[in-house]
Nanobody, 120 residues
Framework: VQLQASGGGLVQAGGSLRLSCAAS????????MGWYRQAPGKQRELVAT???????SYSDSVKGRFTISRDNSKNTAYLQMNSLKPEDTAVYYC???????????????WGRGTHVTVSS
């Protein structure tokens, strides 16, 4: 199983970016998917999660500005980031809690990060 995150880049404050996270490989079902970020010198923090039923949750720092969504037919999650601030600068990682077979316990997989830089 692989998670491929993409969509990062350099943007000015107030701008927008859309991140994508595509899961591939032997996948039976995907439960929750999430986005995390890690700024230089800081610990990784949760940004947003979405369940298989599309219930969402957000950290207070991004609530109202970021939107997480998913396309189950494509095994892909998205993070629409609007009104970006310099403090949103970080490496963004996606995760997926998924089953590779009906009889297997779920496991959390991580993608490689994608860099987001917001200039002031």
């Amino acid at each position: 199983v692989q998670l491929q995150a993409s969509g990062g880049g350099l943007v000015q404050a107030g701008g927008s970016l859309r991140l994508s996270c595509a899961a591939s490989g032997t996948i039976f079902s995907i439960n929750a998917m999430g986005w995390y970020r890690q700024a230089p010198g800081k610990q990784r923090e949760l940004v947003a999660t979405i369940t298989s039923g599309s219930s969402t949750s957000y950290s207070d720092s991004v609530k109202g500005r970021f939107t997480i969504s998913r396309d189950n037919s494509k095994n892909t999650a998205y993070l629409q980031m609007n009104s970006l601030k310099p403090e949103d600068t970080a490496v963004y990682y996606c995760s997926a809690d998924l089953n590779t077979a009906r009889w297997m316990l779920s496991h959390v997989y991580w993608g490689r990060g994608t860099h987001v830089t917001v200039s002031s």
